[in-house]
């Protein structure tokens, strides 16, 4: 397992690419639409699997296309070890509904899950240096998602022991 890198990055007015990393396997997810909350799905998906989650979806719109990004934990081989998975798919219809067996995988790679975490929120954090006082950014039309990058920090802090 490599390196893991998340980036948000500006592609237009109301459009962003998201951009994956992990070792030598990179993957863009290009021209995703406003109209669905690409920063704050990804937060929370992080946050799912930071805070010990199995599994995470997050669905991007691509007028009219899809991607689709799975985050798995599963048992595998023997001995049985945990292993992370990050798999994106793509889906011609975001409004179509498809199961997910119908999309065409476009990426599929393991990695440490408190790595990929720890990705996304350092991404979202260089976000957050470009927002105005109330969480805009200008060129994207969403508010900052506070409340789950909040949470994915929390969840990403060492564990404490509970007092009393």
Do not use: K
């Amino acid at each position: 397992m490599g390196e893991v890198s998340v980036s948000f990055d500006r592609a237009g007015q109301g459009w962003m690419n998201l951009a994956i990393s992990i070792g030598d396997e990179r993957i863009v997810l290009d021209w995703i639409s406003y109209t669905t909350d690409v920063i704050g799905d990804v937060i929370r998906a992080a946050l799912q699997i930071a805070a010990g989650g199995m599994g995470a979806l997050a669905r991007f719109d691509r007028e009219p296309a899809e991607f689709r990004m799975l985050l798995e934990r599963r048992w595998e081989g023997v001995p049985q070890r945990e292993m992370f998975w990050i798999r994106v798919l793509e889906l011609p219809e975001f409004y179509a509904d498809a199961p997910t067996e119908a999309g065409e995988q476009r990426f599929c790679v393991n990695c440490d899950p408190s790595a990929f975490a720890t990705a996304v929120h350092l991404a979202a954090s260089r976000l957050l240096g470009e927002a105005d006082a109330q969480g805009g950014l200008e060129w994207w039309g969403l508010p900052f998602p506070f409340r789950a990058f909040s949470a994915l920090e929390a969840a990403l802090a060492e564990d404490r022991p509970q007092a009393g």
